[in-house]
């Protein structure tokens, strides 16, 4: 069976849009969602948290963070100008 065979197979059996990647074949992950435990979700924030507040206190985090504002500015402001056209 071809990987384009096994996707044709799945969505007939599923009859639902295929939208993960996995080996080659998109398949449905089950409606279910997977939820991380609260502790490891603590830990991880605790481990990444120092690094990050650092990242944005240097010149560098700091210069990227502007860069992102102005992008997001930008954005805004166009926009509103497409919004303004259309009505």
């Known amino acids: 069976m071809t990987t384009a065979d ?7 059996l599923t009859g639902r849009p295929l ?3 996995y ?3 998109n398949v449905k992950i089950a409606d279910e969602q997977y939820q991380a435990p609260a502790d490891a979700i603590e830990a991880l924030a605790r481990r990444l948290l120092p690094a990050i507040r ?3 206190e240097s010149e560098e985090g700091k210069a990227a963070f502007d860069e992102w504002k102005s992008r997001q500015c930008a ?6 100008a497409e919004k303004k056209l259309a009505s």
Not at 75 to 80: I, T
């Open 6 to 12: 096994a996707v044709e197979r799945i969505l007939l």
């Open 19 to 21: 939208n993960k990647f």
């Open 23 to 25: 080996g080659g074949v």
């Open 54 to 56: 650092s990242y944005f």
């Open 75 to 80: 954005e805004a402001q166009s926009a509103l």
